[in-house]
């Protein structure tokens, strides 16, 4: 029986070639046959082609043409984030630099649970969380140097996104206040920090009312009774609002509850001058959840969960005697398992190294500065057009919007016509007690002139 090729080893080089040749011909040959943001016919449809493409899942005799057939078949039944039509979520177009770095770590295949498995990746998630931990927590400042040579330093783990760092955000707030630490947040949080508290066993969270989007102090200083871990948001999900950090900050540290940041959204404005200042506060808090796979341009998954101090990082210390002996440890091998909840992990840092290096602090900045200010001018064309109402001014790079004395049904069944058309790709958002449109700009190549026909695609939509 002939034995499939590896993708590493000697002859891996020369096997992935003809590969990912194939492979992006599909790709190409896909969204062509797409032709949109998203595939036509609603979920029938597409069900009916993938099912007609993939055949039988394990046949008796394998089909040599599978590679081709299935990626096809996937192209065209994908959303594609980066078409510009395509602006529900916070799902982004990653990087060509990045995606590429995402394949040498498919073939490298190393696995973070022992540093035998990877001895390369484990240094360089090191150096890289270093440096980012250290952007969240400038002191020492930025360029001092990676913050695992200081005992009580900043530090950040590598997650698979905003809530798994949300998750790992409360389990260090129950091993550092108690098991009867409350998570206390606003209705503007995401949904994963209190499930995670459920999870956790943690006792009833406080959901704390946002009636104008934010957490306001004053409100929130009344729901913090006994142990408590506060949960603020730099960029909600449905808005892009930003919470009161700074004020925030002080309340928790005045009546002496734990803070927690979720910033998986807004944490990318950390690399823009021009942005920055909207994050202040953000290096008090004990912990600060970071996705770089929204505003930085990684292919899924890219998360991060930075800490104030590593120390709390102990609670997560694991042993197994194959992964992480104590004799191995003495002996100098790096210990891997507390570096998250899960064992088997693959090098997500590598993408994210090789971004920020290629990139630099200047052209990450740059993609941010391009869409924060797309949000503004698509927020500016639908205030100044009569067949549109506009929520509010942007904060990052999310609009609401909504076609003027449209009912709340109206709105919902627009969108849904348009994902059944496959013409645009619209989130929706609750706000101020109506139902909108969510645009959520995350693409750099967006020029006006896709707005402005995404706005007209919306007004032909309308029942009038």
Known sequence: MHTPPLASGPEGRDVLRPLLDTVLEALEEGARARGGPLPAGGPSEVTARVRAAVGDVLPDEGDPEALRHLVRALAEGSADPAHPLCAAHLHCPPLAVAAAAD?????????????????????????????????????????????????????????????????????????????????????????????????????????????????????????????????????????????????????????????????????GLLFSARHRARLTGLSVADTVTLDLHKLGWQPVAAGLLAVRDKNDLAALHQRADYLNADDDTEAGLPDLLGRSLRTTRRPDVLKIAVTLRTLGRTGLAALVDQVCEQAREFAKAVDDHPGFDLHAPPTISTVLFRPAGATDDAVAAVRRQLLEDGRAVLGRARADGR???????????????DLAGLLHLVEGTTPR
Not at 147 to 152: D, F, L, N, Q, V
Not at 183 to 210: F, K, Q, Y
Not at 436 to 448: D, F, G, I
């Open 103 to 267: 394949l040498a770590a498919s073939v490298l295949n190393p696995s973070l649970d022992s540093w035998d498995q990877a001895p390369a990746a484990s240094e360089l998630e090191s150096l890289v969380t270093g440096t980012l931990a250290n952007e969240v927590y400038p002191d020492p400042p930025r360029g001092a140097g990676n913050c695992a040579t200081s005992p009580h330093g900043p530090d950040a783990l590598v997650t698979t996104g905003g809530t798994e760092s949300n998750q790992l955000a409360l389990l260090l707030a129950r091993e550092t206040q108690g098991p009867g630490v409350r998570l206390v947040c606003g209705e503007n949080a995401h949904h994963s920090l209190p499930r995670a508290a459920w999870l956790l066993g943690l006792p009833e969270p406080v959901i704390v009312p946002t009636p104008h989007g934010t957490l306001d102090p004053a409100t929130l200083d009344t729901a913090l009774h006994g142990p408590s871990v506060v949960a603020a948001t730099a960029g909600t999900t449905d808005t892009g609002l930003i919470d009161p950090l700074p004020e925030i900050a002080a309340l928790c540290a005045q009546r002496g509850a734990r803070l927690h940041i979720d910033a998986a959204y807004g944490a």
């Open 435 to 449: 139902l909108w449109l969510k645009a959520t700009l995350l693409n750099p190549t967006t020029r006006p002139a």
